[in-house]
């Protein structure tokens, strides 16, 4: 019975610890002493006594208050952000924010509200951004607008709103975003738009609106930042209700779940009517495309056509020479000359990612785009056994290239000839073929980043980086060293202005000690993910300030002579290594607790050995190592007791055997 | 022997995680995605915090493209950014990781992308899957939706069992 009993005890137990551990959940967590505090889902259904006064910043959405009111929230008057998102809000009484001058924000999505008093949002001396979101409001007189002066923000999607005129008062000249995302407005008059008149830049979105008339001249002579029309039927309602506008941008993108009708050229007409900076028709069919298709799109500077299911662009289309920038991600290009570049002469951008299928670059297809400066052609399944002169042929603009996460290419000595401007070019995931003796990136005089990472390259070409005069960040992630050891002639000696280096899942199990040394500006050094000890560490003596990742090494000891190294630095990670807490590494962990501000992922960096502390993080960690001066006091006390106990019995053992004689 | 069973018998009735309605540590129910066609869909929502709703229309061991599927769901985080992550085990081992953008900065695909914290979803459409055959068999998988600050907006152990 005894065992039941016990066993019983220990179940009760380790309920009543649970219990603890549900009661301690309960809190709030500090995210910043005494200003930011989160306490979602924890189904609260008032502040807590434990928040401070002084609280500005209260994530306090996934609760319980059916009712706020003016003693809510009445202890935290120096609130500047509540979100209140879901909290199962129904009334929100006068003057319930009366005491709150700093607020500027309040969310309320996901509320059912049934009423907001009439001064319910009172108080605040600049509500700047106010959150509506489905709280059920199926008019904008719900809305109290007495303190909507400073209103920069209202977001009113998802409601049941189908007419978005304003409650007469309703404050605009401040308003920014007007956002009335799935809502049900189907028609939009002259008499909603007048009062829009006053504001300035505002970008609206009626995004999942269907809208299906617009009035004529019901955004004539006004100014927008951004208008937002996605999911539209019919576009052509939207293009000639836009007449004699002017709108920086304009999204009148569609979706996967979206049934639209087609894009026709006629439709495209109104365009010519009003004046449109940058426009988006992401996802559209179009029905007739030809060289006429885009007669409208003269004074466009950024067209984004992705996923538009485009096979190519005609040529000879006229009139697109203002052009800057063209997204044609996600289409079904065979071939790079198929867009027609020769179009588009005043490009800057041009971005061509994730074609659905493999990308041939062909000859010169952008030898035309003399001002290209930005090149995204990532995501492609390109394969070219040499490149890039032939393809990227006449770019000598180009300072941006994307190339990554493609198939293979074969790189040659100056690869990049025909783009001598490069600053940052990503190969990242991208096979590259080099071979030993060239230096694919010579004579790249600006190339300041450089990211390889994953490109299964041969490390062991110490000519690979030749050429880089100016080079400041080179990714290396993820590619092998032979032997897993960098040694001491190596491809880094040609980079030596260097600062940021990433050498993370290379497969590395020892730096040779002179391995970095022409390597003097270096100030972050990524080198997780390996299999280094700490002898690797004497590579980077010659450095000082050091952001040093060592993470997920094999790091056991850390020997007294390398811990100078590891103090001339700024910020060093030693999480995830099997970590020797014993005696033999006493020196480091003294270190280590002496330094621990300069130390990053305390919380895992953790003991391996001994069994008993596995898991304890070295800053909790207390052994005590040699000997103690109250040690060596009963040391010697105690040698001393035993030095006469001896001699005691020496004596007495002698008078014992020769007392017979 | 026995006392071990009596001690968890007698934790599994007081403690406060197994006695159902709102315990932390409360599993979901499963639920059944479709059941046709000799095609089985069992999901159970592996989110701590929520339950979510999801089924698929016409459910045949070969599945047809563009799967029309229903799912409603609380957003407990903003979906600008939504990746989904699934992974496919039969008899404890992977069979297939991947990992498909459902909507991004500069291609929201789908008309939900970009709803807000806190929004009730109901998506009824298409699933845009490519054509699949279903070799018989029991497999595990688990699928996951999240933004991107990697905070999870859904996730679920599926067993699809084809027979």
Same mark, same amino acid.
């Given at each position: ?6 066993c019983?005890l ?20 500090e995210k ?13 259904s ?22 706020i ?66 709280t ?20 009113l ?29 189907h ?18 979105n ?14 004539s ?15 052509? /309602? ?19 779940d ?24 992401q ?109 990227l ?11 990554s ?13 025909e ?7 990503? =190969? ?5 073929? /080099? ?37 400041w ?6 590619n ?6 960098i040694? &001491? ?5 040609? /980079? ?17 000690? +002179? ?9 972050h ?71 621990? +501000? &300069? ?18 993080? =070295?800053?909790? /960690?207390?052994?005590?190592c ?21 001699i ?7 008078r ?6 | ?34 059941r ?19 089924s698929v ?10 799967l ?27 069979i ?51 933004n ?16």
């Amino acid at each position: 019975m005894a065992p039941n009993v016990s066993c019983f005890l220990l179940a009760v137990l380790i309920s009543a610890s649970c219990k603890v551990i549900t009661s301690s959940d309960q809190m709030c967590i500090e995210k910043e002493a005494n200003k930011t505090y989160n306490c979602e889902n924890l189904g609260l259904s008032e502040i807590p006594d434990a928040l401070p006064n002084t609280t500005e910043i209260l994530e306090f959405s996934f609760n319980f208050l059916p009712t706020i009111q003016n003693r809510t929230f009445r202890r935290l008057i120096n609130l500047t952000f509540l979100d209140l998102t879901r909290c199962q809000i129904n009334w929100i009484h006068e003057d319930t924010f009366e005491s709150h001058h700093q607020l500027g924000i309040l969310v309320l999505t996901g509320n059912p509200l049934i009423f907001m008093a009439e001064t319910s949002l009172n108080g605040p001396k600049s509500l700047k951004h106010l959150f509506l979101i489905q709280t059920g409001i199926s008019s904008l007189e719900f809305i109290p607008v007495h303190n909507l002066v400073n209103l920069e923000s209202l977001y009113l999607g998802s409601n049941h709103i189908s007419s978005m005129k304003l409650p007469k008062d309703f404050p605009t000249r401040n308003l920014k975003v007007l956002d009335f995302q799935n809502n049900a407005i189907h028609y939009l008059s002259r008499e909603d738009m007048n009062p829009l008149k006053q504001a300035t830049n505002l970008s609206l979105n009626f995004n999942g609106n269907d809208i299906k008339g617009i009035e004529p001249g019901a955004f004539s002579s006004t100014v927008f930042q951004s208008l937002n029309f996605g999911g539209t039927f019919n576009l052509s /309602v939207i293009f000639n209700g836009l007449w004699n506008s002017t709108t920086r941008s304009l999204w009148l993108g569609t979706f996967e779940d979206i049934d639209d009708q087609d894009l026709s050229s006629a439709m495209l007409e109104g365009l010519c009517e009003m004046s449109v900076e940058s426009i988006n028709l992401q996802k559209h069919h179009f029905s007739d495309f030809s060289s006429t298709t885009f007669r409208c799109f003269t004074r466009v500077q950024a067209l984004d056509l992705t996923a538009t299911h485009l096979e190519g662009l005609p040529s000879g289309i006229e009139g697109m020479n203002l052009l800057k920038k063209l997204v044609l991600n996600v289409n079904n290009f065979d071939q790079l000359c198929q867009i027609n570049a020769a179009n588009f002469p005043s490009l800057t951008h041009l971005y061509i990612k994730g074609n659905m299928k493999k990308l041939q670059l062909g000859a010169g297809c952008l030898e035309k785009l003399e001002n290209l400066q930005k090149l995204d052609l990532s995501h492609n399944n390109i394969q070219t056994p040499d490149c890039c002169n032939l393809q990227l042929k006449n770019l000598q603009h180009l300072q941006i290239l994307n190339l990554s996460y493609n198939e293979l290419l074969g790189l040659q000595s100056q690869a990049f000839k025909e783009c001598p401007r490069l600053e940052l070019l990503d =190969l990242a995931f991208t096979n590259l073929h /080099v071979n030993t003796p060239q230096s694919p990136f010579q004579n790249l005089q600006l190339l300041r980043v450089l990211n390889l990472s994953h490109c299964l390259l041969d490390t062991s070409n110490q000519h690979l980086l030749a050429g880089l005069p100016d080079l400041w960040h080179l990714n290396l992630q993820g590619n092998s060293f032979q032997d897993g050891t960098i040694p &001491k002639t190596n491809l880094f000696q040609t /980079v030596g202005s260097l600062e940021i280096l990433i050498l993370s899942s290379c497969g590395l199990l020892s730096i040779d000690q +002179q391995a970095f040394h022409s390597l003097g500006k270096m100030s972050h050094v990524d080198l997780s993910h390996n299999s280094l000890t700490s002898n690797s560490i004497s590579a980077l003596g010659h450095l000082k300030g050091l952001y040093l990742n060592l993470a997920a090494n094999s790091i056991r000891i850390i020997l007294p002579h390398l811990l100078p190294i590891l103090s001339q630095q700024s910020t060093i990670n030693l999480s995830h290594n099997p970590l020797e807490c014993t005696c033999s590494n006493i020196h480091f962990l003294t270190w280590y607790k002496e330094n621990l +501000q &300069k130390l990053e992922g305390l919380e895992e960096t953790v003991c391996a050995n001994p069994p008993a502390l596995r898991g304890v993080k =070295l800053s909790d /960690v207390k052994l005590s190592c040699g000997i103690t001066a109250l040690g060596i006091f009963f040391l010697i006390v105690f040698s001393f007791l035993i030095t006469i106990l001896l001699i005691f019995a020496a004596k007495y053992l002698l008078r014992y055997k020769y007392q017979h004689i | 022997m026995k006392g071990f069973t009596a001690a968890l018998l007698v934790w599994a009735l007081i403690s406060p995680s197994s006695g159902g309605g709102g315990g932390v540590g409360e599993t979901w129910p499963t639920h059944v995605a479709c059941r046709d066609g000799g095609l089985e869909v069992l999901y159970q929502s592996c989110d701590p915090l929520q339950d979510f709703g999801f089924s698929v229309e016409q459910c045949y061991k070969q599945l047809k493209p563009n799967l029309s599927i229903r799912f409603g769901i609380i957003l407990r985080e903003d979906i600008n950014k939504l990746f989904l992550d699934v992974s496919l085990l039969t008899q404890g081992s992977s069979i297939l990781n991947l990992s498909y953008p459902v909507c991004e900065e500069d291609f929201p695909r789908f008309s939900f992308c970009g709803r807000k914290k806190g929004e009730q979803i109901y998506y009824a459409g298409p699933l845009n899957n490519p054509r699949f055959d279903i070799p018989e068999g029991k497999y595990q998988v688990l699928l996951e939706l999240y933004n991107e600050n990697r905070s999870t907006v859904a996730c679920a152990n599926a067993t699809v069992i084809c027979s």
